[in-house]
């Protein structure tokens, strides 16, 4: 049942089967939520967070990243680190952001590759190592992700 409610969330969410309705989307999501399902957590977290189809409240955008973070969702993990990163509902710690974004990192998500990357360029809030910057560009760039490309072309 909880899957069905995702995917019907997701429908709505990706405008689909329908014209895209956030509305729509964050109430299967929280349907699928409250059963455990981690990608519906995530992504309502995310509607949450941005706002969209909801009224924006950063502390269950918290919530709903956690819950699906410690499931292992690599999405909620980058998105807690993003939060984190930039004191989104939270007190600003780039520590506590770059372990989100390293546990999103090694399960390839490219996003988290992709800013775990600049951070170490940059040096924000860690020491920079520009040969972690550039391996985590480089993965990001094999996982899709172009703006890495470019910047690891551009590193090299």
Known sequence: MATAQYNLGLMYFEGKASKQNYEKAAEYFQLAA???EAAAQANLG???DTGKGVRQDYIKALEYYLLAANQGNSSAQCNLGNMYENGHGVVQ???KAVEYYQLAAKQEDANAQFTLGLIYLNGTGVKPNKRM???LLRKSCENGKQEACEI???LK
Do not use: V
């Open 46 to 48: 995310y509607l949450y």
């Open 93 to 95: 710690d780039y520590a």
């Open 152 to 154: 690891y072309g551009q």
């Open 133 to 135: 910057a550039m391996e």
């Open 34 to 36: 409250a059963q455990g």
